[in-house]
């Protein structure tokens, strides 16, 4: 793990920050006492979009007419 000040990190930003994206962990310090990690992203698994709400859709009843009529009748 490297180590860099936060002197360091104002100077050095954008090597620092080219470190991390090629895999590097660097603790950022202040006075000596850690402070932050700077490390690269991990790619995580797409998840479905708004889980809780295709939940919610799949519980509602299914229509075997057209749903326009419904709602025509329903107004």
């Given amino acids: 793990m490297k180590k860099a000040s936060i002197r360091e990190l104002h100077i050095r930003t954008s090597e620092i920050v080219r ?4 895999g590097s962990v660097i603790l950022i310090e202040r006075r000596g006492e850690p ?3 700077l490390r690269p992203i991990t ?3 797409a998840k479905r979009a708004f889980p809780e709400m295709v939940e919610f859709w799949e519980r509602f009843p299914s229509v ?3 749903s326009g009529r419904f709602l025509e009748e329903d107004r």
């Avoid at 470190?19 to 090629?22: G, L, M, P, T």
């Fill in 64 to 66: 075997a007419a057209d």
């Fill in 19 to 22: 470190e991390a994206a090629e």
């Fill in 43 to 45: 790619k995580k698994r």
């Fill in 35 to 37: 402070i932050a990690e």
